[in-house]
């Protein structure tokens, strides 16, 4: 009865929400339950005078008890991850005074290979990276394009390489810019890429993202676009539902190998260094694996996450950060048996050689065949209209 009380409390709240109404909320709606409950609902700010109704809500949701948040299918762990939108001044909800202004080891950062520290571990173990046990879920959380497993147990592992225990797969995001020169956060030798992903892990021992965020648990491991003329079929999974999720929608569907495009990748040589998220809080104490052999994508496809719609209401254009002083931080530059096995591209002194390159980039117009949405089932969000 409590919980229902709170419950019927934060629609009285949203209603209360400045120029919010009954069934519309303002310029935000909540629309018709389909599958997969509510999904994962964000609010990327307190609410100020001049923003959307949608960013007011945040502050009521998370106040709300933990039942009545898992009710509403609100995911603290992803309204932790972007708290704040992106660090740029185009989203200027970030806090005045904090870690992305006055961190000493802030990310991404420009990595020098001529300036790195050569090291060499035994390779990265990923455990069930390349098998999902339970659906996905693909979300437009309002900055980017996210990733997670539905189930609560038996998610992916990571260990081996330079890390000291085990750390468990939390979700999959995507960064990217205007066009093709540029979207990756990471610059290598000052060359920026088309596009990055990153797979953020935390510290398994801690049990949730939260509790090993607070404990400088996380590991983020970045993978590196570049476009290319050919459409790459390994992520159509990735591509093909953004249409569906355009405007804050979630679709919910089976995919065991959908991280298979980064497989390859995952076996080659890395730069590793401490730094912080690029997003929210810029808390530190991040380990950062960053590979060094690009993954290709056309830009047709490319251009799908730019048809995306931000919690501004705007098209996400772009949502990288720009890169931050290294501040005397060391590099690492990790070799093993696997990458030397995989034919991969170390960056030779002299000569460097910054990353691998097994495909040869230009820009495309070529459009992939129109897919077929009857596998995907939509949830429902915070839907712009």
Known sequence: MKNLIELFSFFVAILSVPSASAFGFGHYRLSRRQAGGLGSVVFPGDYTPGQTTRSALRKVATKLPESVQNFLGIDQDDLDYFEVGPIDDRFPQRPREDKCKTGRQQSPINIDSSDTEWKEYPRLDMNGHWNFKHKVLLFNEGHTVMLKEKGGSNRPKISGGPLRESYTFEQLHFHWGPDASRGSEHTINGQRFSAEAHMVHYQS????????????GL????YLFQVSERENEEIADFIDPIPLIARFKNVSFS????LKIFKKASNACYYTYEGSLTTGDCAEGVLWILFNQTIPISSYQLNQFRKMYGSNGELIRSNYREVQRIN????????????KRH??????????????????????????????????????QWVHI
């Open 343 to 380: 034919g991969d591209h170390s960056p030779r002194r002299g000569r460097n050689k910054p990353f691998s390159e097994d495909y040869e980039f230009t820009n495309s117009n070529s459009r992939p065949v129109t897919p077929s949405y009857g596998r995907y089932l939509l949830g429902v």
């Open 255 to 258: 995919s065991p190998d959908i």
């Open 219 to 222: 590991l983020v491991l970045g």
């Open 328 to 339: 005397g931080r060391s590099v690492e530059f990790v070799t093993t048996d696997s990458s």
């Open 205 to 216: 021992r801690y049990g949730s993202y939260k509790k090993a965020k607070e404990n400088n």
